[in-house]
């Protein structure tokens, strides 16, 4: 059974630039949720979406903000970049239920000059 | 918002001994969860706790929730290399299991 891809694995930008990253769940699994990881704020929740449709947010600017196809398939985009947006951006998938357990990618991590 | 403190921050071992990782939640935890991280990569599923005094084993990882204290503990008994990682708590913070709040981490090392 695959697992959930992220790509791309690494990127590089600079400040001012857009940047796009993209996430297929686990087949069958129809939530997928994005996280930030930095070394100064750990892991802070995104947004996550159901069903196509975003049923949960977090606490980030509007300049984050994403999608999810039909397919599951999810993506999420960061405009106007910051130096400060420079992290490991995780994406995780379930079936949707309240189980709590979620199916990381190994992430994509986004550098920004 | 809830926040969650884990401690210690890290923490290095001989191989073969015991360790516990704890972490503290500023509000009720309806749900809790723990996870480990290998550097650089996604985070796996170790164990999800819902119930006050529960307690769940995994090989030699044990983890247990005591509710009142809102608090949780990771226990590994004779410790590995393999065990090496940093490991994360989260908790549920709207009671439906997808929009999760993590500690800090603790970043274990187990020396051979």
């Known amino acids: 059974k695959a697992g959930v891809t992220q790509t791309p694995r690494y990127l590089i930008k600079t400040r001012g630039q857009q940047v796009t990253l993209s996430c297929s769940p686990i087949s069958g699994h129809r ?3 994005w996280y930030q990881q930095t070394p100064g704020q750990g892991l802070q929740f995104l947004f996550e979406y159901f069903s196509e449709t975003q049923r949960n947010k977090g606490n ?10 039909s397919n599951s398939r999810s993506e999420m985009n960061v405009s106007t970049l910051e130096l400060g947006d420079s992290a490991l951006y995780l994406c995780a ?21 | 918002s809830q926040e969650l403190e884990q401690s210690p921050q890290s923490l290095i071992v001989q191989e073969g001994k015991n360790l516990t990782i704890n972490c503290t939640s500023s509000k009720t935890l309806y749900g809790l969860y723990w996870y480990k991280q290998k550097y650089g990569e996604g985070l796996i599923f170790l164990m999800m706790l819902q119930k006050g005094g529960e307690e769940k084993s995994h090989e030699k990882i044990t983890a247990k929730l005591d509710e009142k204290k809102q608090q949780s503990s990771l226990h590994i008994t004779a410790s590995q290399p393999s065990h090496a990682g940093i490991y994360l708590c989260g908790a549920d913070g709207n009671n439906a299991g997808n929009m999760l709040t993590f500690g800090g981490g603790t970043r274990l090392m187990v020396k051979p």
Do not use: A, H, W
Request: charged share 15%.
């Open chain 1, 93 to 113: 998938s379930s079936f949707g239920g309240i189980s709590g357990e979620l199916f990381f990618g190994d992430g994509s991590r986004l550098t920004v000059l």
């Open chain 1, 31 to 33: 939530s997928v949720s």
């Open chain 1, 60 to 69: 980030f600017p509007g300049r984050f903000s994403g999608r999810q196809f």
